[in-house]
């Protein structure tokens, strides 16, 4: 069994930069892929990135590449989602979720554990 717990969410302006934190208990942190995702009001959920075991291998949604950085610290049991240049297309509850496999996957169905989300909310 694994425990997500995420924060780091906020109300931002247009422009500004955040980090979420994905904080994890249970099994070994460095025995699973972590993910991020995100689900705006009335839409479905969507993949934004995804890291590999020893965050050797990343992998970004075309709409936050470049933009987004996300990343791990195995010693803290801890991933991270830094957002930058937020736009208010980003607006969304975002949710890490982690599955255990060295492959990380696009596909939120892969993923067997989620946290409960924080919200992101970029104002104009």
């Known amino acids: 069994q694994v425990q997500l717990v995420e924060s780091g969410g906020g109300l931002m302006q247009v422009g500004d930069s955040l980090r979420l934190s994905c904080a994890a208990s249970g099994r070994t942190f460095s025995t699973y892929a972590m993910a991020w995702f995100r689900q705006a009001p009335g839409k479905e959920r969507e993949f934004v990135a995804a890291i590999s075991r020893g965050g050797g291998t990343t992998l970004y949604a075309d709409s936050v590449k470049g933009r987004f950085t996300i990343s791990r610290d195995n010693a803290k049991n801890t991933g991270y989602l830094q957002m930058n240049s937020l736009k208010p297309e980003d607006t969304a509850v975002y949710y890490c979720?982690?599955?255990?496999?060295?492959?990380?996957?696009?596909?939120?169905?892969?993923?067997?554990?989620w946290g409960q989300g924080t919200q992101v909310t970029v104002s104009s």
């Open positions: 979720a982690v599955r255990f496999s060295s492959f990380i996957s696009t596909e939120a169905n892969e993923y067997g554990y």
